[in-house]
Nanobody, 115 residues
């Protein structure tokens, strides 16, 4: 089992910055890809950014150049640095961990961007 705990959500003004953190615990040795997803009201959950254990990253087009995903393997933590946020970034952000045997999700953290 893997437990994921997100933190860092909240209210931020448009154009501002916010950093999300996701700490993993449990059977973390088998985790390869970690990522951030988001779900806005009335919309499907979508991938925001992902990072492999080797540091290869992938972003949805709408956040490229604004968001940065990083990973501290020593701390078993993945981060999402969000810069120049926009109202359309408002959503519940979920951390996801992909292991060879299962996929795990965090409980989600709300990010609200005010215009």
């Amino acid at each position: 089992q893997v437990q994921l705990v997100e933190s860092g959500g909240g209210l931020v003004q448009a154009g501002g910055s916010q950093r999300l953190s996701c700490a993993a615990s449990g059977s973390i040795f088998g985790i390869d890809v970690m990522g951030w997803y988001r779900q806005a009201p009335g919309k499907q959950r979508e991938l925001v950014a992902a990072i492999t254990s080797g540091g290869i990253t992938n972003y949805v087009d709408s956040v490229k150049g604004r968001f940065t995903i990083s990973r501290d393997n020593a701390k078993n933590t993945v981060y999402l640095q969000m810069n120049n946020v926009k109202p359309e970034d408002t959503a519940v952000y979920y951390c996801r961990a992909q292991a060879s045997w299962a996929i795990y999700w965090g409980q989600g953290t709300q990010v609200t961007v005010s215009s």
